[in-house]
Structure formats: C-alpha cells, structure tokens
C-alpha cells in the first residue's frame, strides 16, 4: 500500500491492499483483492484523495475511484470513476452504481476539508511533506468539469426506457442525472466564486482590482492537467520536467529533489489562478479583466447563491444528526431526550452549526463590497 497523508483505519479488521490512497478513512472490514487467476496478483487500485469506505465494503482491483467519493457494499466490476469526484458509490441489486456530486454537499465533506488542516501539528520551519489541503482545486475542478459533461451527454442520449446508463464500467440512474449536473455546477461555482474572492481579498480600487485581475506572472499562463502527487497539488506538466530531471541525473540528492517539491507547493496559487482565467474564458466566453464586468458580477452572483445552499444544505445534513433514531441509546432512566441533550447538544447550540451560521453574513458582505468594486 501506498499510504498518503491523512490515511487512517481504527479497526484491526482493516485490509488494504495493492492500492494508492490519501486523506482516506477505511471502515472497518474494508477489504480488496487484486488476484484474478490469470497472471497473479498483479492489479491494482486507486482511491484518489478524501476517499471513505464503509464497513464491510469490497472491490475489485483494478478500479479507480474519484476524489472525495464514499464506497459502500461489494463491487466486482473493474470500473473508473476519476472523473466523478464527490459521490456515492453503492450496490444496487448486484449492479455497482454511481451517484455524481452529492458527496461534495454533506456535513463529512465539510467537515474533513477543515480539520485536516487543523490537524497538522507539525513544528519544523519547512515540513518534509508537501501538503495542499484544498477540497475544491484545478484538480477536482477540471475533473467535476469533465464529469458534468459526461453525464449530460449519457443523459442525452440515453432512451426514456432505460433505468441506468452506464460509463466505465459503473452504473447510473438515469433520473438522477440532470440533478447531479446541477450539483457538480453548483460546486464548480463555488469554487471559482472562491478563487476570485480570496485574490480580490486587499483589493481597494479598481486600479488594485485590474493588477490583479491580470495573469500571475509566478505561474505557468496556458491551461493544463493536475496531478495529486499524495497531498501536493501541482501542474502535470510541473512534474513530468521534475520527473525528467530526476532521470537523467540533473537532481542527484534528496535534498535536491526536497527543494524541488518545495518549488512546485511555491507555485500552486499562482498556477491555480492562472488554470481559473483560462476556466472563466470558457464559461463566460471572455478574457477576466476589469471589461469583464457582466462575467464577474455573474461569478459574484452565482458564487453567493451556490456558497448559501451549500450552507443550507450541509445544515440539513447536520440536523440530522438530532432527529430520530439518532436518538436510540440515550435515557437509560426513561427520559431520552434529555439525556440525549445533556450529551450531545441541541441543534442551535453545536459549535460547528453556529459556525456554519455565521458565515452566511461574511458571505453576503464579501458579495457587496466586490460588487460596489467591480461597479
């Protein structure tokens, strides 16, 4: 096994094997196999990053499975799903089935992209690892963009009769499809929302707001693939130089080949700002300037709209866990709900839905002040 950060299991019963993974949370009796009777256990898997696995699931290698994605059940079909980040995975009727996106809108999404971050109690002045947390980069991005557009061509092509379309070995259902669509958009808006905000974050005027607006001259301006090398993001091409240098001797020593992943973690915002110009031109059909004003008041507007339902929809999620049967083990002495409060909280008081609520106005203030800027 190759066991990138944030690999964890706390069950004995836990099998990996043959497999890449990172940020990954094994459940327990998670087990694969990799031997098909043919030439040996030769194959082999790949859990892109922020992968879960239920108790008891199984699969097939070889198989991929798109970052952020949980697996349940038993699968014994060899399929890829890298380019459906954020989903559910599940055995229906003996079928492996897909569900697109609605992984990215859950509290455990949420939750596990902030605290891996708060996790790294890490001292040294330049840590060894080179990590980039990001839920929502050019890597998941490019990839919910070529999602999207798989499953709204399966969706277009597929007969009123059918119940599931298939793609690479995994099943959908057919209904389902225009509303994954929708989610994977509402996602990539966020993030591009994101993007602009963070980098207009000091802007004041609209002298600052052109400056920035412009191409980073750090990074690398024409659009390109990304590659997760086990926690650090980076340009594919970025690593296919370093690879090449690696190969032909030009970098001899660990130390060298440190300061390298040094270099390549250095370049991230400036790549990752440069990738988001080339995906603004294609999704509002101009260049990002200060021009672009209709395009960024559109990216401003969606990205406020897609930022509360994510919050509104997370909270659902949360306040689930509540209600109902959440509640069965609480009140040994006959009064549950109080015991149950007495553990765990009430809704309105738990500190990461307090947390959540109070984005809502940074948000809609953020929203306003960019908007007054742009003009």
Known sequence: VFGGPYTVTHHRSTLLIAGLFSFYNAGSATNQSNHMYKLGPVHQGLLERGCKTGSFSYLLFPARVGAFTAVIGKHYANFDTSDFPFSYIAEED???????????????????????????????????????????????????????????????????????????????????????????????????????VRRLADATDAADMARLLGPDPAGKTEDGEWADVCGLLCRRDRLDDLIGRIASGKIGSLDDLQTEFESLAAAYRADEWNAFRAMFQEEYGEALSEQAKSGLKKLLDAWKSSSLKLI????????????????????????????????????????????????????????????????
């Open 312 to 375: 509104n929809m997370v909270l659902g999620d949360a306040q689930k866990e509540f209600e109902g049967s959440t509640r069965i083990g609480f009140g040994l002495d006959g009064d549950t709900d109080a015991d149950f409060e007495a553990v765990r909280g009430t809704f309105d008081t738990n500190a990461f839905v307090k947390d959540l609520k109070a984005r809502v106005p940074t948000i809609e203030n953020t929203h306003a002040r960019l908007t007054a800027l742009i003009g």
């Open 94 to 196: 003996g079928k492996s089935t897909l569900v697109p996106a609605m992984n990215y809108f859950t509290v455990g999404t949420l939750r596990d992209g902030e605290k891996w971050p708060a996790r790294d109690r890490r001292t040294a002045e330049k840590p060894l690892d080179q990590i980039v947390f990001d839920v929502l980069s050019p890597y998941t991005v490019r990839k919910m963009r070529r999602g999207r557009a798989a499953i709204e061509t399966l969706g277009a092509n597929a007969d009123r009769s059918q119940t599931y379309v298939t793609w690479n070995g995994i099943h959908m259902k057919r209904l389902l499809i225009k509303t994954c669509g929708r989610y994977y958009k509402l996602a990539i808006e966020k993030y591009y929302g994101d993007t602009l």
